[in-house]
Nanobody, 115 residues
Framework: QVQVVESGGGLVQPGGSLRLSCAASGSIFSIDVMGWYRQVPGKERELVAVITSGGTTNYADSVKGRFTISRDNAKNAVYLQMSSLKPEDTAVYYC?????????WGKGTQVTVSS
């Protein structure tokens, strides 16, 4: 069994910052890619940022320069530092841990950017 748990969501004003955390635990041997995705009602889930075990990153154009993804391989953890937040960043953010054969998802954490 594998568990993926996100934390750190909440309400923040435009221009503010928030840090999301995620940890994977259980019977998992090697996580190749960890990432963050987000979804709003009525829209498809979209990639926000991903990072490989070697540290290679990729970001959605909408968050480049504002969000930073990082990971701790020893802890099977991934983080998302979000700065200069905009109302359009409001969404449920999901953490994904991907091995060569399987992917595991958390239940999501709500991020709301509003004044």
């Amino acid at each position: 069994q594998v568990q993926v748990v996100e934390s750190g969501g909440g309400l923040v004003q435009p221009g503010g910052s928030l840090r999301l955390s995620c940890a994977a635990s259980g019977s998992i041997f090697s996580i190749d890619v960890m990432g963050w995705y987000r979804q709003v009602p009525g829209k498809e889930r979209e990639l926000v940022a991903v990072i490989t075990s070697g540290g290679t990153t990729n970001y959605a154009d909408s968050v480049k320069g504002r969000f930073t993804i990082s990971r701790d391989n020893a802890k099977n953890a991934v983080y998302l530092q979000m700065s200069s937040l905009k109302p359009e960043d409001t969404a449920v953010y999901y953490c994904s841990s991907q091995t060569r054969y399987d992917s595991y998802w958390g239940k999501g954490t709500q991020v709301t950017v509003s004044s």
